[in-house]
Structure formats: C-alpha cells, structure tokens
C-alpha cells in the first residue's frame, strides 16, 4: 500500500521523501502510471527492512552497506532482472535526492547490477507476417467493419512498429491520410510523427468508411475521437488489442503467442534487413538510447548465420570432412 504521509502517525523522513519521488516522477518527468507504481512499491520495500532493522529512516543515514543488506535480503527466489530492476530503483531515487540537495552522494552508485541475459526480440518472417496481415480479410466470417478495423490494426502496429499503447490512443484528429502520417503518444508522453505505408494508408480508409457503424445499438453513443473503437462504439483497450492480435497471430500464422510487441520487433526487424539505418529505426519506434535498437542487429546477425549455414559451400563443406577434404 502506498505511504499515507497525513494519517500515518509513523510518517519520517524517508517516508516523505519516497512521497517526494513519486511526485517528481509524475510530474516533472510524467512517467507511466506503472513505473511510478514499481519505483515506490520498490523503496516502500526498502523502508520496511530499514524499520525491521532498526536503521535510520531517512535516506541521509542510509549507507551502501544498508542498501547492500536490503538486496540480500530479497536475493533469495528473485530474478536476476528484478534484482537489476530493484538497483535501478535505487539509483533513480538517490539521483532525484541528489538533484534536490537533499544527499551529498549516492551509496546507489556504489552498487554493482546483477548480469541479466536479455533475451533477443521475437519476430515472425516476412511470410507469416503478410499471412497476418491478410488473416482478417481472407477469414471471411464476422462483421465487416470488425475486420477491416482489425486489418488496419495489424497494418498500424507491422507497419509502423508502435507499441500497443500508442495504438489504443490514437485519435482521429492525430491520424492525417492526406500528410500521410500518425501523431503518437509514447513514454513519457512525448510524441513523434510515424510515416504511414501503402497498405497501411489503404486499410485505414477502408476502416475509416465503415467506423460510423460501430456504435452502440441501443444508445446510439460512439467514442467521438477514438480511432479504433470497439463494437459498440468505446475506444478499443489495450488488453481487447491484444487479444486481437493474439487471434490473428493463431489464424494467420499459427503463432498462438503473438503479441503487439513481437509486430513491433518485427517491423524493426525487416526494415533492418532491408537495410534501414538504425538511427532511422531508433527514431520510428521512439527508442530513448540506441543500445535499445540495436537489439535488432543481433537479431539479423542470427538470421544471416542460419542462412549461412544453410546455404553456404563452406558452411557445408565444415560439416562434413570428406567434401572438406574434396573427397
């Protein structure tokens, strides 16, 4: 449960300081609903074993080798990745009590982040992601505005690889056919301009002409500026954008897990392959550092290996000895 610094009579510094974060975060940096959320759950974690162990409650008196303790402590049955997480916490928290002069130092900068194995991003082919293009069209059952709207979905998501919140936001005064571009909101509520393809310019009229029908049946009432709206008319969320995708991925391509995030590697994937730069590609998909975007070029080296493999004289010839020795 969240810090209640006005009816908690155990309120102290550390208390009103993580109170303090949680607001900057929110304002001035307008972070996600739900990083604020993991930053304070976090260090609400951390001044619970500072109260277990008697330790002072203000980040002030709060050293590396309390910090230290803390991350031991939880080190059993935890992840690598959260412990990493957990550090990261850490560090923001001591780097915003730094910028208020509220600490001198950071005992957060003193700690080592445990190795974590990030897993490479899961893409599909160029042919199965055509195939789920074309599962909503060539499934033929349903209404139709419900698949033209789901073609225009995948088409947005492949096509221009935003993420699946940015999708389920898009307005239609952020959608311009004729400049031929969507205006998204990304993290931290900034936006950038994404291009929008043939075949997703094409999906998108053909949807745009049949949404007025998708309208509540009895009220008649319909989201005004949605993009995507749902069969009665709200905008779609992102868990109905997920499960959509999900559908599809199964019909289209046989992929009952696919998500929205694997179009979006996907995107990045092919237009690597096709021989996009990656500061390009870093500016469609609105990474913040291009180490996060260069995840894709281990991805294409994998796949220029498996090709290698497959098909080189060499790579033939080095798995067996006799056409080695040209026997």
């Known amino acids: 449960m969240p810090i209640d610094a006005e009816n908690d009579p155990q309120t102290d510094e550390l208390a009103q ?40 409650l203000d980040a002030r008196g709060l050293g590396v080798p309390a910090l230290r303790g803390w991350l031991a ?20 928290f001591y780097r915003f009590l730094l910028k208020r002069s ?21 893409f599909l082919t160029v042919e199965d992601a055509f195939r789920v293009m074309e599962a909503p069209t060539a499934d033929g059952r349903g209404d139709e505005p419900l698949r033209l709207r789901d073609t225009a979905m995948l088409e947005l998501l492949y096509g221009a690889g935003i993420r699946v919140s940015e ?10 056919l004729d400049a031929r571009i969507a205006r998204v909101l990304g993290k931290g509520n900034k936006e ?27 009220t008649e009432v319909q989201a005004p500026d949605a993009l995507f709206l749902g069969r009665h008319g709200t905008r779609l969320t992102v868990r109905q954008v997920q499960n959509l995708v999900r559908a599809w991925g199964t019909k289209g391509a046989g992929r009952t897990d696919l998500h929205p995030h694997a179009l979006r590697h996907t995107c990045a994937t092919h237009l690597l392959d096709a021989g996009a730069d990656l500061r390009g590609i870093q500016e469609l998909l609105g990474h913040a550092s291009l180490s996060t975007t260069q995840r894709y070029t281990h991805v294409s080296i994998d796949q220029l290996m498996a090709v290698y493999d497959r098909a080189h004289p060499l790579a033939q010839a080095s798995s067996d000895p006799e056409k080695r020795r040209g026997g």
């Open 17 to 56: 300081q993580i109170l303090g974060f949680e607001s900057y975060l929110r304002s001035e940096r307008r972070a996600s609903p739900r990083t604020v959320e993991a930053y304070g759950r976090d260090l609400r974690e951390l001044r619970r074993f500072a109260q277990r162990k008697t330790l002072a």
């Open 192 to 218: 950038r301009i994404v291009p929008l393809g043939t075949q997703c310019l094409a999906a998108l009229h053909a949807y745009l002409a049949v949404r007025p029908q998708l309208r509540h049946p009895r």
């Open 167 to 176: 999708l389920a936001g898009l307005t239609l005064a952020r959608t311009d």
């Open 102 to 122: 509220i600490v001198r130092e950071s005992p957060a900068a003193a700690l080592r982040t445990p190795r974590t194995k990030r897993p490479l991003p899961t």
């Open 73 to 92: 402590s939880i080190f059993e049955g935890r992840s690598p990745q959260t412990l990493a997480r957990k550090t990261a916490s850490l560090r923001a």
